[in-house]
């Protein structure tokens, strides 16, 4: 059976950049706009060249090579000819495949926004599509409004649609644009729309603020529309636009959607799909949101002792895809709520064979749980997890043994009369039988540990030269008095990239933090097989 073509829009750099706390140069806009080419989706808007610098450099050039790439803009004024809307001109001036007006299909919103009649804004939409046919470029109409207007009154709702695809527009897009729409009410206005344009014309841009985008633009696909607008990660207005990075799996993956119909997505560009949620994320500098479906890191996490066991002898049990589709992976974890399955995936996974029988995993295991009940919590802090294995295995040298640390932090008035807060630290280790003692200054008291940590560690010195701390986190367990400190700390090899967490816990925030930095020097020199 031949299956009907989907067109995926994505208005990350347009919607997207009208979310709070968003603002993308242009350079961005080229690195996000070649993410998009790589998940390969069929519209790229840029953005509303004329509204602003930024916008107007990025449509000096065309930016993309398989996507149309689409300029955003207002229909023509009330009362001048396209010719006199500089607004207008400046979208026929950009280099674009593609123009996507914005009309207003609300009586109300016409009356109070634009303060013209029905008629004129009718006018506006017709003219504003043909002005773009006439540039060769082709039109699309974001209905603004649309279902809210439809419900207000049908009848001229209905007439802007139709005036749209009349004059040619190649995509009538019917926009929640308050986005309070219930998907019911969706699937039973874009089938009634179908009286005045074909669903094969019909687009959906639904926003969040219910939380259904996803859901509204699968409902109004199965009622006929066949075009979807949405972003990178669901950012956009208020509450985002209709996530592309669920829609996308969801619509190659699921049936009815993967049965009757056709994305331009290729299965490597699915696969591809999680590092470009992530790397669009360092783009914005958010952190990956861990809980998003199919691309999130928990999207196959699985703590649960039963849940692990299950899904070990076949993964079926516990997931719904593989996490290889969406490039993804499965992660057992190893918590207080793990049994042996989960720790003895996690480490096959970090390359240690133990027989299931072995009794030395009921001893690790033990370990782990009464370490989580003290605050540990070994999910993140992969690094401080294998030492742990493998010192029960008996795997690991003692390098240096920690004999004291000091550290002492002091705000005085430095030699310019400038009041100065600084740290000094003093570590003795002994190494051999040796004892040496280093002492540094720091910006903080656990910048200045971790400078006398690793300032002299006699013949292992070498091996960790190359190492560097990127992150320290710190989180109070329980408040009050007798709260318990948990420090993450993540460090990195500079020639390698290669990164790795560390874990401490005590009621002290200074201990807490040597102790993960103890953890994360031991670990270089393991991997270093000093
Ligand atoms: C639902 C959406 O997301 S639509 C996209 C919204 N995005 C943006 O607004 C971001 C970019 N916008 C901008 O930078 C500015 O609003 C500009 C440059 C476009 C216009 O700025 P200004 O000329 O100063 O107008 P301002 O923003 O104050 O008001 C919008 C004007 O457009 C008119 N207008 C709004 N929608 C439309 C439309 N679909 N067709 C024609 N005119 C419209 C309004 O009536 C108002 O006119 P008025 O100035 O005569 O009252
Ligand atoms: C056009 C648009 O972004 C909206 O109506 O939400």
Not at 65 to 73: D, E, I, N, Q, V
Not at 218 to 236: D, K, M, P, W, Y
Not at 357 to 383: C, V
Not at 448 to 460: N, P, Q, T, V
């Amino acid at each position: 059976m031949s299956r009907e073509r989907l067109y995926l829009f994505d208005t990350t750099l347009r919607d997207g950049q009208q979310t709070s706390g968003i603002d993308f140069s242009v350079d961005e806009k080229i690195a996000i706009a070649d993410l998009l080419e790589r998940l390969g989706v069929d519209y790229v808007e840029g953005g509303y060249p004329g509204a602003n610098p930024t916008d107007t450099a990025f449509f000096a050039e065309k930016r993309t090579k398989k996507a149309a790439f689409t300029a955003f803009g207002m229909t023509k004024r009330a009362g001048r000819s396209v010719s006199n809307d500089p607004g207008i001109q400046g979208l026929l001036e950009a280099e674009a495949d593609a123009i996507c007006f914005v009309a207003k299909s609300w009586d109300y919103h016409v009356r109070v926004a634009l303060e013209t009649t029905n008629e004129e804004n009718l006018v506006s939409i017709r003219d504003s599509v043909i002005a773009a046919r006439e540039a060769g470029r082709e039109p699309l109409v974001d209905c603004e409004h649309f279902f809210d207007g439809y419900k207000a009154n049908r009848d001229y709702a209905l007439a802007c649609a139709r005036e749209a695809y009349e004059a040619g527009a190649r995509w009538v897009v019917l926009c929640d644009t308050n986005g309070g729409t219930m998907p019911g009410e969706v699937r039973r206005i874009v089938e009634d729309v179908q009286s005045v344009v074909p669903g094969s014309y019909l687009g959906i841009h639904a926003h969040d603020d219910t939380g259904q985008a996803v859901a509204n633009s699968l409902v109004a696909v199965e009622a006929g529309c066949r075009q979807i607008q949405g972003t990178l990660n669901g950012i956009g207005e208020r509450c985002g636009n209709a996530n592309l990075t669920s829609l996308i799996p969801t619509l190659m993956l699921k049936a009815p959607y993967s049965e009757m119909l056709e994305v331009g997505i290729s299965e490597e560009g699915l696969r591809d799909i999680s590092a470009i949620s992530h790397a669009f994320d360092e783009l914005i500098n958010l952190s990956p949101d861990v809980h998003a479906p199919y691309v999130g890191a928990n999207a196959f996490a699985t703590k649960a002792g039963i849940h692990a066991s299950a899904l070990l002898k076949e993964p079926e049990t516990y997931e719904h895809i593989p996490p290889e589709t969406v490039g993804n992976r499965r992660r057992v974890l190893v918590s207080d709520q793990a049994g042996k399955s989960n720790l003895l995936n996690e480490l096959t996974r970090i390359g240690i064979e133990v027989d299931r029988k072995d009794p030395r995993l009921d001893g690790l295991l033990t370990d782990i749980k009464e370490r989580e009940a003290q605050g540990y919590s070994y999910e993140a802090a992969d690094a401080s997890f294998e030492l742990l294995a493998r010192r029960r295995l008996g795997e690991v040298p003692v390098y240096f043994d920690v004999k004291s640390f000091r550290v002492m932090v002091e705000r005085r008035f430095n030699a310019i009369g400038e009041l100065v807060t600084v740290s000094e630290a003093v570590v003795k280790v002994d190494i051999d039988g040796e004892t040496r003692m280093s002492v540094a200054e720091g910006n903080g008291p656990v910048n200045a540990l971790d400078i006398a940590l690793r300032k002299d560690l006699g013949r292992y010195q070498t091996a960790i030269d190359g190492m560097e701390l990127i992150d320290f986190k710190v989180r109070i367990l329980n408040g009050g008095t007798d709260a318990v400190t948990r420090v993450l700390i993540e460090s990195q090899d500079r020639a390698t990239h290669k990164r790795w967490f560390t874990i401490g816990v005590s009621g002290n925030i200074v201990d807490a933090s040597f102790q993960a930095l103890v953890d994360s020097v031991t670990y270089a020199l393991l991997k270093a097989g000093a």
